[in-house]
């Protein structure tokens, strides 16, 4: 690198020897030992021919010349950042061990820097710009790595003192340089100057407290050198006195030059300020030099109308004045280490107070921004605006001070901003705001404010008038648009406690007074009454709680008010019914859906059974508008479920009938076609129809809301049917398509439906029919002829959804599938040979827990507990063999993450319910072999390994989980089998779990992983005749494991100190017992940070036992 930096960046032909000066750079090159074969050699060369001064060879044309300039440059360019990249990679190194070659590493770069600033000072280019900027990165990368042991940051100071020199002696001032000191451009100074904290920052090897300490080191600089002006030795004292020294020479300005100087200066500032907490605002109203400004008066002018008297060369610069002042002042502001001092309080007070006219400090660059459309600048201002006020807030709430109030006002304007980076800042100045009690708040930024705001973030926050949807959107996107809407929602809520009714009666008189065509307002103020609604839904909750125990409440006349205003709303809303819902907007009545469901509680409470009615019948008529139709079917639900109690009270009545209002919801959310509102609507049915005290009439409501969905499967069924026997046809295999996936989403609201029918309160007395025996009579030929087709069959959405519907009803109407279930089992089998569909080891677990909960399906099967074991077992091992011949044959355990995790779902089931058909199975050991294979082979997929883990973790620790009697003689039983399984599998399982802890598993398998890993441990233990003695083999694994394990020898972090009081941590709180485990599982995540660098060891002290 530094032979190619010299060749690439020499100014002349002094590089090359003199007995050789007549040779060209190619000729050069070869002589330095390298090939010209090959394309870097090519570029070398043209690098070599750019700088080669003599050029001997036939003159080339102007184009050429400029061509081969510009590959030139960007050859260097490359050149110098890889190279600078490999200097923070292992500089610190080289110079423990080569501090000859260290040295002239710098030697090169400052070389090539100095060329570069030379010849960038003449040409202004990009491809030079560029260029400079890396030459400087390199250089700074390697001064703040260049230390001594008197001298910590001596590479730091021998850069920061040459650009202290040559920025004085470019303004006239006298300097004291020594000769071997060298000399910079202004420009390449202030480049370096900036570079350095980045670069500092940029250090791996110490912590950020330690490069801020760098940074303010004292080094013992000797006073006299340099200009005259008061350093005491810290790197951070002389470039504030410097850049003081610049700004204030450059900010008068007189040409490009100067300009570009100014903005050069203010991006060091920034840079520093942001490195360094210690430059604060006290530290810039403090800064002199001589008789000039303080550097917080000189940004104060650089941000005020003053700004707009000086003569700027281009708007370029000062545009990049106003950006870089602003963020220089707002590091500054954010730094707080010289909070509660006097001399931030003048500091603060004399930003306020330049904020009124003449000054208008911040108004006066703002406006400037406008009008020129400087969209960066304008971001700048309102991130300094807000820094400002959020930091000195306490200050601000009490408008004590002049200029509070005209800050409040620019916020309100800046909020309101159509540009999102200008007005999401200011969100955060409300939330801070609101943690100041009103007490110590001025009157003014109280109740008015916030009234003001919530009028403010409507408006800010509605569509574009124009909007048709985010597709044919330009100027707005639709990522912004959102992220304001969610972090307005606070803000809103902040307001919703200051105001209470007031509020929503505000937004509440928007929606009943503008007129439809500004739909966007009305749009935007259903969106600022649903960002409070579960605020407001428990204030009016917490008061009617207070009026029925008797208990008088303060505040019980504004939740009363707010319960009218809002009922009076709906009312309004409700009364067009279909015709209304076809004149509004869709986004509108998206708004209003979701409106009728946040309140969906206080409509429960205060509106009598026939509101809730027409609010169902609403929603029912928006599921037929596209953009409207996902938040009517959740809103139906939250109506449904919040005011079941009442509609099947009110039901009670004599002639009353709900049935029919639920049929319309659920077939117009059949209407829609899609599954997640069809499965919202039929659950908010279900839940409804169950909690009738008249069973008869649950089972006829349910029948009534099922018989739709089951009319619609019948038809999908056909249209497949008819499909399937027209073969090569595109339009019919289309069809049977669409028709598939309606069938499938057919099956999944009788899912929905079933499963919501779950519960004692469902089954009715003794004798009694099950609520869902209607439904099942009209289903059950339907779902018999789907499992009979082998179109359906083969299709994986309607088998997965024929197996969930078996799997609900297995589940709630046990008694009536036991005749059936035998041959559900066949189909059960036969589906999962062909498709290996997770759910049909689904169905197979929810069978195995019935069996055993429900005694009833047992004797409707004709099965006795001998029985049971027998058609489980022969089950199990069925379905292990064909699993087991489908993941090593055709898809690997990490290709089907759903079918391993159902897979060993099923097996902890057999475990909890059925251990002796899961220990007598002839594939129990395959099957735990293909368990321990999956820790590695699922590669670290979550759902598939944590289910794996739960399986292996419960299987060794049998012991430590609750069973009943019978079932702890079961697993006794085969304890010695479970035994040798772990002795030969054990230390693979110790391997993959400390490997997924030590960075091999994402950081959510950790708590399963230290479970297992307890697990084996506590059984190990406990097994063990003397348990105080440590058991030889349990420690191998986990010596192994932690120490010389390849899983874990990847991190540097982990010793074997560490690996051995880790194990000693473990089996002490193993031989504590399960009261342990959780201490246990936390010291093995912390030893999993600890390898990945998160933590240090002395997290481990924690642990240790006495």
Not at 343 to 357: F, N, P, Q, Y
Not at 654 to 660: N, Q
Request: net charge negative; hydrophobic share 40%; aromatic share 6%.
């Amino acid at each position: 690198y530094i032979k190619i930096i010299g060749i690439s960046f020499c100014p002349s032909d002094h590089f090359f020897s003199s007995s050789n000066a007549s040779s060209s750079p190619n000729q050069s090159w070869q002589s330095s030992g390298f090939s010209n074969g090959s394309t870097e050699s090519n570029v070398v060369e043209k690098i070599a021919y750019a700088t080669f001064s003599s050029k001997q060879q036939q003159p080339l044309s102007s184009n050429t010349e400029q061509q081969i300039q510009r590959d030139a440059n960007g050859a260097k360019l490359l050149l110098t950042t890889l190279f600078c990249n490999k200097i923070r990679r292992e500089y610190i190194s080289l110079m423990r061990e080569h501090a000859s070659l260290a040295r002239r590493v710098f030697e090169s770069l400052l070389n090539a820097l100095l060329c570069v600033g030379n010849v960038a000072h003449v040409h202004q280019g990009q491809d030079l710009k560029a260029l400079l900027g890396a030459c400087c990165s390199a250089v700074a990368s390697v001064a703040v790595r260049t230390s001594i042991q008197q001298s910590l940051n001596q590479g730091i100071m021998n850069i920061i003192l040459p650009c202290r020199n040559s920025i004085g002696a470019s303004l006239g001032m006298a300097v004291n340089a020594t000769a071997d000191m060298p000399s910079f451009s202004p420009t390449v100074a202030l480049r370096l100057l900036a570079d350095i904290p980045g670069e500092a920052q940029s250090r791996n090897d110490v912590t950020t407290t330690d490069i801020e300490a760098l940074l303010q080191m004292s080094n013992g600089i000797p006073s006299q050198q340099g200009i005259d002006f008061t350093i005491n030795g810290s790197a951070t004292d002389v470039v504030m006195g410097t850049l003081h020294m610049a700004l204030s020479g450059y900010i008068s300005g007189g040409g490009e030059q100067q300009d570009a100087l100014l903005c050069l200066t203010l991006n060091a500032l920034t840079k520093w300020a942001e490195a360094c907490k210690k430059i604060t605002l006290s530290r810039l109203l403090e800064s002199s030099n001589g008789n000039a400004l303080s550097i917080l008066e000189q940004l104060v002018a650089l941000l005020s109308s003053q700004s707009q008297q000086r003569q700027w060369s281009s708007a370029k610069h000062a545009e990049d004045a106003i950006i870089k002042s602003a963020g220089a002042l707002n590091a500054c502001i954010e730094n707080t280490t010289d909070y509660g001092t006097q001399s931030r309080r003048s500091a603060v007070g004399s930003l306020l107070a330049s904020i009124t006219s003449p000054a208008e400090f911040l108004v006066a660059p703002f406006n400037t921004s406008e009008s020129q459309q400087w969209e960066e600048a304008a971001v700048a201002v309102s991130n300094l605006a807000s820094t400002l006020a959020r930091e000195e807030i306490d200050e601000i709430a009490t408008c004590r001070l002049p200029g509070c109030s005209d800050l409040i006002e620019l916020l309100l304007g800046l909020q309101s901003h159509p540009i999102h980076n200008v007005a999401l800042p200011v969100l955060e100045v409300w939330l801070a705001l609101q943690d100041v009690p009103t007490s110590d708040r001025h009157p003014t930024l109280a109740a008015p404010l916030y009234q003001q705001l919530t009028e403010v973030v409507l408006n800010r926050v509605a569509y574009p008038s124009t909007f048709i949807s985010w597709e044919e959107e330009l100027d707005l996107e639709s990522s912004d648009f959102n992220e304001m809407r969610r972090l307005s929602t606070d803000v809103l809520v902040g307001a919703y406690y200051l105001l209470r009714s007031s509020y929503l009666e505000t937004l509440a008189n928007i929606v009943m007074s503008i007129d439809s065509s500004d739909w966007e307002v009305v749009e935007s103020a259903f969106f600022c009454m649903c960002s409070v609604g579960r605020e407001a839904c428990a204030r009016i909750k917490s008061v009617k709680n207070a009026a029925s125990s008797g208990r008088d409440s303060p505040v019980a006349a504004d939740g009363e008010s707010t319960s009218i205003g809002l009922t009076q709303v709906v009312g309004i809303i409700c009364a067009g019914g279909a015709a209304g819902v076809s004149q509004r907007h869709p986004l509108v009545l998206a708004g209003i859906a979701n409106f009728l469901g946040c309140y969906s509680t206080v409509w429960a409470s205060s509106c009598p059974p026939q509101a809730l009615l027409e609010i169902l019948a609403y929603l029912s008529a928006a599921l037929s508008v596209s953009g409207a139709a996902e938040a009517s079917g959740k809103s139906i639900r939250l109506v449904l479920i919040a005011s079941a109690g009442k509609l099947t009270k009110a039901a009670t009545s004599p002639g009353a009938d709900i049935s029919v209002a639920l049929t319309q919801s659920m077939e117009a959310a059949l209407n829609t076609n899609k599954q997640t509102i069809m499965a919202s609507v039929a659950e908010g049915c279900a839940r409804v129809s169950v909690q009738l005290r008249d069973k008869s009439k649950t089972r006829a409501t349910l029948s009534a809301v099922a018989a739709p969905t089951i009319l619609r499967a019948r038809s999908a069924l056909d249209a497949m049917t008819s499909s399937s026997t027209v073969e090569g046809s595109g339009q019919a295999a289309g069809q049977a398509d669409a028709a598939s996936q309606a069938l499938a989403s057919y099956l999944g609201v009788i899912r929905e439906l079933v499963r919501f029918c779950d519960g004692s309160s469902s089954r009715g007395r003794a004798g009694d029919s099950h609520i869902l025996s209607d439904v099942l009579t009209a289903a059950w030929p339907v779902l018999n002829d789907i499992s009979s087709h082998p179109t359906c069959r083969a299709n994986e959405a309607v088998l997965s959804g024929l197996l969930d519907v078996h799997s609900q009803l297995l589940s709630v109407v046990p008694a009536l599938i036991g005749p059936y279930f035998k041959d559900l089992v066949t189909f059960v089998v036969k589906a999962y040979e062909v498709s290996f569909c997770p759910s049909a080891l689904d169905y197979v677990s929810a069978a195995v827990e019935s069996f055993d909960s429900e005694e009833s399906i047992g004797v409707a099967a004709g099965l006795d507990e001998n029985g049971k074991d027998l058609i489980f077992n022969q089950l199990l091992a069925h379905l292990s063999q064909c699993t087991f011949t489908y993941v090593t044959q055709t898809k690997r355990p990490n290709e089907c993450p759903q079918l391993i995790k159902a897979l060993f779902e099923m097996a902890q089931r057999y475990l909890l319910f059925c251990p002796g058909a899961l220990c007598q199975c002839p594939e129990f050991s395959s099957l735990f072999g293909l368990a321990v294979a999956c820790l590695v082979e699922c590669k670290g997929e979550v759902e598939s390994t944590r289910a794996t883990l739960i399986f292996i973790t419960q299987l060794v620790g049998w012991k430590h989980i609750r069973l009943p009697d019978a079932k702890m003689a079961k697993l006794t039983q085969f304890a010695g089998g479970i035994d040798n399984l772990l002795a030969q599998h054990g230390e693979a399982i110790t391997k993959a779990c400390l490997g997924g802890l030590s960075g091999g598993a994402p950081q959510m398998l950790w708590p399963s992983c230290s479970e297992c890993i307890f697990s084996i441990t506590q059984h190990i233990i406990s097994s063990t005749p003397d348990a105080d003695a440590p058991n030889s083999v349990l420690c191998t694994w986990l010596r192994t494991a932690m120490i010389e394990g390849s899983l874990v020898a990847n991190t540097k972090n982990i010793t074997p100190e560490i690996g051995t009081s880790v194990i000693k941590i473990l089996c002490d709180l193993a031989k504590e017992g399960t009261k342990s485990k959780q201490k246990a599982k936390m010291a093995l995540m912390d030893f999993g940070k600890i390898a990945k660098g998160e933590a240090s060891t002395d997290v481990l002290l924690a642990y240790s036992t006495a």
